[in-house]
């Protein structure tokens, strides 16, 4: 009897250390804790734990990081690993010849903003600058190909993925793959509605946003 209470009590027990086991996952990279989530990388794929080391968000490959990124720039360019911020994180998708946009997504993982922008800040102050692409229809050239022009504009976006207040419309952007550079971002928020941008002359102004629009 006392041998069967033993085997009964070690099958009990096994789940238990599977679980336990399981748990013990090793990660190539831990980033810090923003807004209750850290993001893990396992490759080149993040996911997200929370403060109970529970991995929430699976890894993808979407999410946007830099082994070398520059810090001191807006932008894509100066994101070193995924966080949220504000309840958003920035993914990525290629679209036109390859060249990847970016939106993106909530603390469960949904896309709330797609990818529709060429460069984009994190939400640092509610909203985000980025570079807006809308796809302008123009018809069909003489063998029946579609021509499309692709109009740039750095606008303010909230964490909805609604465009808030467009700052000026840009030019000179190349979507040409083998040509093609991430376009630096004219303005910043410095504020909540607070803006700099950058004139034509490479000095910078003001502009108090009136969001109550």
């Given at each position: 009897m006392k041998k069967r209470i033993i085997c009964l009590m070690l099958l009990m027990a096994l789940p238990l250390a599977t679980i336990a086991q399981s748990e013990n996952v090793s990660y190539d990279e831990i980033a810090p804790f923003s807004e209750g989530l850290a993001a893990v990388r396992i490759g080149n794929q993040w996911g997200f734990i929370n403060e109970n080391a529970q991995l929430v968000i699976d890894f993808r490959d979407d999410l946007v990081w830099n082994q070398n990124a520059d810090t001191n720039k807006a932008?894509?360019?100066?994101?070193?690993?995924?966080?949220?911020?504000?309840g958003r994180c920035m993914?990525?998708?290629?679209?036109?010849?390859?060249?990847?946009?970016?939106g993106f997504i909530d603390t469960s993982g949904e896309i709330v903003i797609q990818p529709e922008y060429l460069n984009i800040t994190e939400f640092d102050h509610k909203n985000a600058i980025g570079i807006y692409v809308r796809e302008a229809f123009q018809?069909?050239?003489?063998?029946n190909i579609s021509v499309i022009d692709y109009i740039f504009t750095e606008v303010v976006v909230n964490?909805?993925?609604?465009?808030?207040?467009?700052?000026?419309?840009?030019?000179?952007?190349?979507?040409?793959?083998?040509?093609?550079?991430?376009?630096?971002?004219?303005?910043?928020?410095?504020?909540?509605?607070?803006?700099?941008?950058?004139?034509?002359?490479?000095?910078?102004?003001?502009?108090?946003?009136?969001?109550?629009?």
């Open positions: 932008g894509v360019l100066g994101i070193r690993y995924p966080q949220f911020k504000n993914i990525q998708k290629s679209k036109v010849n390859n060249i990847p946009f970016y018809g069909q050239n003489e063998i964490t909805n993925g609604e465009i808030i207040w467009p700052i000026h419309e840009r030019e000179h952007i190349l979507t040409a793959k083998r040509r093609y550079e991430t376009p630096e971002l004219h303005s910043r928020l410095i504020g909540d509605d607070l803006l700099i941008y950058k004139t034509k002359d490479n000095k910078w102004e003001t502009k108090k946003l009136d969001l109550s629009i």
